[in-house]
């Protein structure tokens, strides 16, 4: 099944914010940000890109107020590095990907705490001559 359109620029998008802002944003509250994923409208007009910026949630409001105040320059120069006649309206937003996966792998370490290890100089089982 060929790729929708939508999923065509979402991809293409992503690359050319990436490049953008490694390359020619300048704001230190930008620093630290990958652009994670960008989910395109099916009409092509919006677009939701979603981010992950290190730090605390202070750090990371930071980071979004960076974005929406290079919005304007990212749009601009995307839209001409992918060739598009209309760039989509970028709407930065934190991706809740990481906090989701951070919370399982927690819950999942409190359910199956780590086992204790077995002395430096315990035998290993696998090594046991009888079972060979």
Same mark, same amino acid.
């Given at each position: ?7 065509? %620029?979402?991809? *293409?998008? @992503?690359?050319? =914010? ?6 020619? %944003? @300048?704001?230190? +509250? %930008?620093? =630290? ?6 989910? %395109?409208?099916?009409? *092509?007009? #919006?677009? $939701? ?7 605390? /949630?202070? /750090?990371?409001? $930071?980071?979004?107020?960076? =974005? ?8 601009? #120069?995307?839209? $001409? +590095? ?29 359910? #199956? ?17 009888? +079972? +060979?």
């Amino acid at each position: 099944m060929p790729a929708k359109r939508t999923d065509r %620029v979402g991809a *293409l998008l @992503k690359s050319a =914010l990436a490049e953008l802002l490694l390359r020619d %944003v @300048k704001d230190p +509250r %930008v620093g =630290l940000v990958t652009i994670t994923g960008v989910d %395109v409208s099916p009409d *092509l007009k #919006h677009a $939701r890109v979603f981010v992950s910026a290190l730090g605390d /949630a202070e /750090a990371r409001a $930071r980071s979004l107020a960076g =974005l929406a105040s290079a919005r304007a320059f990212l749009q601009a #120069h995307a839209g $001409r +590095r992918i060739g598009l006649r209309f760039t989509p309206e970028l709407r930065f937003e934190i991706d809740p990907s990481f906090e989701a996966a951070d919370r399982v792998e927690r819950l999942l370490r409190d359910l #199956h705490p780590a086992s204790p290890q077995a002395p430096p100089d315990a035998p290993d089982p696998d090594d046991d001559p009888s +079972r +060979r």
